[in-house]
Each structure stands twice: as C-alpha cells, then as structure tokens.
C-alpha cells in the first residue's frame, strides 16, 4: 500500500504526458468525446490550416464561435497542476501536454512542451510577431499592427497559435528526447486516443522506460502501459492510498 507520492519518490528524472483530463477540474471540457466542441461536425475543415490560408475571414468567425475565450483565458491551475509544479522541488520534470490551455505554463512548470500550442498567443505568419490572445479578442478579423523598418504596418491576418488539423505537432522529437532520458513517463488524464501524441507510450516501452497510467478510465493502449491507478482528478490527492 502506498501513495502517488511514494510511488515516483525515487525517480529524479520524470517525463509526463498530460491530456483533457487534468484540466477538469479547472472547469475546462474536454474538446474530444461524446459531448466535446471537436464533435461539431465542421471542425476538421474549418480548424485546418488549408482552410485558414483560403478563407481566413471565414475561419476567424468560426474559430471565435467554436472556443470560448473567456473560460480557456481565464481557468487557473488546480491541484494536478501544482502537483506536478511542485514535483520539480527534487527532480527534473518535463511536461508533455496535449492542451491548448496554458494552465501548466500558469501553474509555473518550468519545462513545458505545448505539442499542440495554445490557445493564449496567436501569431503573424508574415513576420514571427507574437500576440496575446487577450490582447486581440475584440477583433473579429485580427491582423498584424507591426510597423515594418519601411514604416507601413505589416497587415498579414494572424493566425491563432495553436496547431491545426494539416499541421504538424510541436516539440515531438524533445518529447522523445525527454522521454528517453527518464525514470518514468507518467500519463494522466489521457485516454490515448490522439495521434502523434499517443505513441510516445510505446516509444517509452522501447527505450524500457517505465510508464504510469493514471486516468479515471483505462486507455485505448494498455498494451504500452506497465501500471495504471484509477482517479477522479476532481478528487486529486497524491498523499491517497493507491495500493
């Protein structure tokens, strides 16, 4: 019999992997499932960068309509945020997330891989210039007010900073990297349904790095998972009796 805490006790160097999960309890939904906002039946043609580049008018009303700003912009960390925070007291700790919500930056983990962006910063394609989400959320249309060295505004539509359907992951091959150099990769509140992100499981199992599940459901590759603890994140406490 033992806690979360005893059972990662002696490992120095932890990689984890963080989906939808972990950010209910900040009252965010997740995106994917039954009742999830990627279930609405225009999202993969209109959240893909080819949309993006054809019709940006378009996609910015319906990028708009689909997220709601105020919760993704204003959720703040919970307990399995500032658990893992606190991790980094006596290890290394990477976090790999699949979330757009930013909440582990906010929560002050200092080695964050955001594979699919986030939802907090949108970004000018034309010249690299970064902005704050908040800062641009009354434009229905953003563009880039950048002043160039020539003295005219830079003008391209931004884009939000986060990764579209047609785009690649971020940060994958540091995963890998962070993976490959830990006592442990610790998965929570991921079913493993998500492509790249749900290899990285069997990409720790090769590298005979072990893995710990920690969900309130089984994933869909329990063949890559060497323990698995069942948990109500709404009920986090890693000081609880996990057999």
């Given at each position: 019999m033992q806690t979360l805490n005893q059972l990662v006790e002696n490992d120095l160097n932890i990689a984890v992997l963080t989906g939808a999960g972990?950010?209910?309890?900040?009252e965010i939904p997740p995106f994917r499932g039954t009742n999830g906002l990627y279930q609405n039946a225009d999202v993969e043609r209109c959240l893909n960068i080819d949309f993006f580049q054809s019709h940006p008018e378009e996609f910015w009303i319906f990028y708009w309509t689909l997220f709601d700003a105020d919760l993704l912009l204003s959720a703040q960390p919970?307990?399995?945020?500032?658990?893992?925070?606190?991790?980094?007291?006596?290890?290394d700790v990477t976090v790999i997330t699949q979330n757009i919500d930013g909440l582990h930056v906010k929560a002050g983990s200092s080695n964050v891989i955001e594979v699919h962006g986030s939802f907090a910063r949108a970004v000018c394609p034309k010249?690299?210039?970064?902005?704050?989400?908040?800062?641009i959320g009354a434009q229905s249309f953003p563009h880039c007010s950048l002043i160039t060295g020539k003295g005219e505004v830079c003008g391209a539509v931004l884009k939000p900073d986060i990764v579209l359907f047609g785009e690649a992951v971020r940060g994958f091959d540091e995963a890998e990297r962070a993976i490959r150099n830990a006592d442990r990769l610790i998965i929570l509140g991921t079913s493993l349904g998500v492509t790249p992100a749900n290899m990285l499981p069997l990409y720790a199992k090769m590298q005979g790095v072990p893995t710990l599940l920690v969900n309130d459901r089984r994933a869909l590759q329990m063949d890559y998972i060497d323990r698995f603890i069942h948990m109500d994140f709404n009920q986090f406490n890693p000081d609880q009796i996990i057999g």
């Amino acid at each position: 019999m033992q806690t979360l805490n005893q059972l990662v006790e002696n490992d120095l160097n932890i990689a984890v992997l963080t989906g939808a999960g972990v950010s209910v309890p900040s009252e965010i939904p997740p995106f994917r499932g039954t009742n999830g906002l990627y279930q609405n039946a225009d999202v993969e043609r209109c959240l893909n960068i080819d949309f993006f580049q054809s019709h940006p008018e378009e996609f910015w009303i319906f990028y708009w309509t689909l997220f709601d700003a105020d919760l993704l912009l204003s959720a703040q960390p919970n307990p399995v945020h500032q658990w893992l925070k606190d991790l980094e007291n006596r290890r290394d700790v990477t976090v790999i997330t699949q979330n757009i919500d930013g909440l582990h930056v906010k929560a002050g983990s200092s080695n964050v891989i955001e594979v699919h962006g986030s939802f907090a910063r949108a970004v000018c394609p034309k010249c690299g210039t970064v902005y704050q989400t908040q800062a641009i959320g009354a434009q229905s249309f953003p563009h880039c007010s950048l002043i160039t060295g020539k003295g005219e505004v830079c003008g391209a539509v931004l884009k939000p900073d986060i990764v579209l359907f047609g785009e690649a992951v971020r940060g994958f091959d540091e995963a890998e990297r962070a993976i490959r150099n830990a006592d442990r990769l610790i998965i929570l509140g991921t079913s493993l349904g998500v492509t790249p992100a749900n290899m990285l499981p069997l990409y720790a199992k090769m590298q005979g790095v072990p893995t710990l599940l920690v969900n309130d459901r089984r994933a869909l590759q329990m063949d890559y998972i060497d323990r698995f603890i069942h948990m109500d994140f709404n009920q986090f406490n890693p000081d609880q009796i996990i057999g």
